[in-house]
């Protein structure tokens, strides 16, 4: 697994959707925050094909899905499962606790 940063808070779980996303800057870094039926889950917002942001995708499953040209996401692992796109989007850790939710970036992952 690779190293994290420190958890900080993002939000209160009742901020997100019951099941959607909602963009996070930070530490500068554009994060889409995701909620779905198994949990909450953090990877970084812009599609790895064009610049868009992941966190306005609908969400099925552990899949999140690109509204441009359909690219679908694994939540858990960042690994595409839908062309276009061919490149993964950095995954961060989440823990919710207390109802508030705390993301710890990974470090070295790229920007793409
Ligand atoms: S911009 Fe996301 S699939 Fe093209």
Redesign the pocket.
């Known amino acids: 697994m690779s190293e994290t940063s420190e958890f900080i808070r993002v939000c209160a779980l009742d901020e997100l959707p019951a099941e959607g996303g909602a963009k996070a800057v930070i530490d500068g870094r554009d994060v889409a925050i995701v909620r779905t039926d198994e949990g909450v889950f953090a990877i970084d917002d812009t ?6 942001s ?1 966190s306005e ?1 609908e969400v099925e499953g552990c899949l999140i899905e ?6 679908q996401f694994d939540l858990r692992t960042g690994e595409p499962r839908q062309l ?2 061919t490149v993964p989007v950095a995954v961060h850790q989440v823990k919710v606790e207390n109802g508030e939710v705390f993301v710890a970036l990974a470090q070295n992952a790229p920007v793409v």
């Open positions: 599609c790895t094909h064009a610049n868009v992941l995708g690109c509204w441009l040209h359909g690219s276009p796109a």
